[in-house]
């Protein structure tokens, strides 16, 4: 009996041993798991101590320039298909004068006057776009090929007047119906190649006139030549809905033009520049098909794309484009700010209007612009704007039902870092901070969240910045390898999931100019990740 009363004591003891005691070392609700203090506001990703910015050694792990190798295509001349059989009208034939024949023989469209009469001829390849690429490829001993775009009321023509390897370059513009002079523009003189490879690049950023900048492309490499100045407008919608785009050939009698490619495409440019991660509302960076995505400014089109990077291969690949609308007119502002609203399914755009006012405007979309050519109406964004304002990052903090916008501003003379919230997305935004006393010129604006706390990121003309969120006391610069070989890049820090934790990414860039003869012509990516993992995930995973 009293061996039973024994055992049983032993057993009800160890019960309490392995029960209750537990429970208050890790925790009643998470036995096993050890709970933080409730001290911190924000929420840990680990039990030790996570890395802060300042804490995390950014490695050099890439760094590339891609000189149109990637966009979207918009419409081609296909040459696999007879296009001139019988039964089809897939490029229509545009006879101006004389009786020159047009054959489709292989992978080539030749106009062959054989006639005693000059003759001028063309195929309608599609719809003009504006901002875009149009790559051209032909051949001949002598003749005009031309490229045209426009409508019956105002079109333009440039005039590729063929001689041995050489091309004098002419343009002849009509506005409203009215044909003015054919002016010569330049001669290029350096193709030793047996085809003329002619890349078009439209573009009117930055306050400049619109025009048309004409580069010869041989190898994967495109040498700038010549910025052709235009009177036609290119961006009015109303004027250009009915614009479509053409190649063709002047011929006197004898003379014979080779057309092998005629593309239109939104054409990376250059370089890249002002990258912004794609986030959701709430900071945390929209990851789908294991990608992150960012949007940034093609450099020569000077339009906003969207690139993909796929976390495990480093693989860039170019996925949309946006271009937007304000006043009647097709604008290309770049370094934009893209953010999903989860809860009401929109997605909401902030953008700098360089070549406009040069202030910030707002926009919405209820088609994802991650994907495809998206077009999205703006208005002011409502704050106490100054021209010059650019570079904003925006997130919402559900806690607080409030949103946070920090942009670059002009205080005392020199680029500083605004700090604004309100309690609607499109404003009105209120400063609650800035840097204006600081000795810095920023750019390149980020809210991030590193380790379970936000920090404002930017680059600047001395060095990769991080100030404190909300108060923006600086906290010091970047800890990098290998420098990014340029000036005033961005702070562009994205936490991602590396499978066992959290590492963070910083993607900035260059301004080695591509183009020699064009300013805004820079941009070669670097890519850093942090040594440092955290724990965890800095946010909750979302499936999108």
């Not at 010549?226 to 109303?238: G, M, Q, R, W």
């Not at 909300?470 to 890049?489: A, C, I, S, T």
Request: glycine content about 10%; aromatic content about 14%; overall charge negative.
């Amino acid at each position: 009996m009293k061996k039973n009363f024994f055992t049983k004591a032993v057993v009800i003891i160890a019960t309490v041993y392995l029960i209750i005691i537990p429970s208050k070392i890790y925790g009643e609700e998470n036995s096993g798991i050890r709970e933080y203090p409730e001290a911190s506001k924000e929420e840990k990703i680990n039990e030790n101590p996570p890395y802060s910015i300042s804490d995390l050694h950014f490695k050099r792990i890439a760094a590339t320039r891609n000189v149109y190798n990637m966009g979207l295509l918009m419409n081609e001349l296909s040459l696999n298909y007879n296009i001139f059989e019988g039964n089809t009208n897939l490029y229509p034939k545009q006879a101006v004068r004389g009786n020159a024949s047009l054959k489709h023989i292989g992978q080539e469209v030749k106009i062959t006057n054989n006639s005693a009469q000059v003759s001028e001829d063309y195929i309608q390849i599609g719809n003009f776009y504006p901002y875009a690429t149009y790559d051209l490829e032909f051949n001949g001993k002598s003749g005009k090929f031309i490229y045209k775009f426009g409508d019956d009321k105002n079109s333009l023509k440039l005039i590729f007047s063929i001689s041995g390897k050489t091309l004098n370059i002419s343009k002849v513009e009509t506005l409203n119906k009215k044909e003015g002079q054919e002016i010569h523009l330049t001669a290029i003189t350096d193709i030793t190649d047996d085809s003329f490879n002619i890349r078009l690049q439209f573009s009117g950023a930055f306050g400049h006139d619109y025009q048309i900048y004409i580069s010869t492309y041989y190898n994967g490499h495109t040498t700038y030549k010549y910025s052709v100045p235009l009177s036609i407008n290119t961006t009015h919608i109303a004027e250009i809905e009915n614009y479509k785009w053409h190649v063709g050939a002047e011929t006197k009698t004898g003379q014979e033009i080779g057309i092998n490619k005629a593309k239109c495409w939104y054409g990376n440019g250059f370089g890249q520049a002002d990258p912004h991660p794609v986030n959701f509302e709430d900071g945390s960076p929209v990851i789908k098909d294991g990608k992150l995505f960012f949007s940034v400014s093609f450099r020569s089109a000077d339009i906003l794309g969207i690139l993909s990077l796929n976390i495990n291969t480093m693989e860039w690949k170019c996925e949309g484009i946006v271009l937007y609308e304000l006043d009647g007119k097709i604008c290309n502002y770049i370094a934009s700010t893209i953010i999903y609203q989860r809860d009401k399914r929109i997605w909401s755009l902030f953008t700098p209007a360089h070549g406009g006012e040069h202030v910030i405007y707002y926009g919405e979309s209820n088609k994802n612009p991650l994907f495809g050519l998206t077009h999205v109406r703006l208005s002011m964004l409502d704050y106490n704007e100054v021209k010059g304002d650019e570079d904003i990052s925006v997130f919402y903090d559900k806690d607080a039902d409030m949103w946070y916008a920090a942009y670059a501003k002009l205080i005392n003379g020199h680029y500083s870092i605004s700090l604004c919230k309100s309690g609607s997305v499109s404003g009105k935004y209120e400063e609650i901070a800035n840097t204006g006393n600081e000795p810095f010129n920023v750019t390149g604006i980020n809210i991030q969240k590193i380790g379970g706390k936000r920090y404002v990121l930017c680059g600047s003309d001395k060095g990769y910045l991080i100030f404190s969120f909300p108060k923006l006391e600086f906290l010091g610069k970047f800890n990098v390898d290998f420098e990014d070989g340029g000036y005033r890049g961005w702070g562009t820090v994205v936490p991602f999931p590396d499978g066992i934790g959290t590492k963070y990414l910083w993607l900035t860039f260059d301004r080695g100019k591509g183009n020699g003869g064009y300013n805004w012509s820079y941009g070669g990516l670097y890519l850093y990740r942090s040594a440092e993992r955290n724990e965890g995930y800095e946010y909750p995973l979302t499936d999108f």
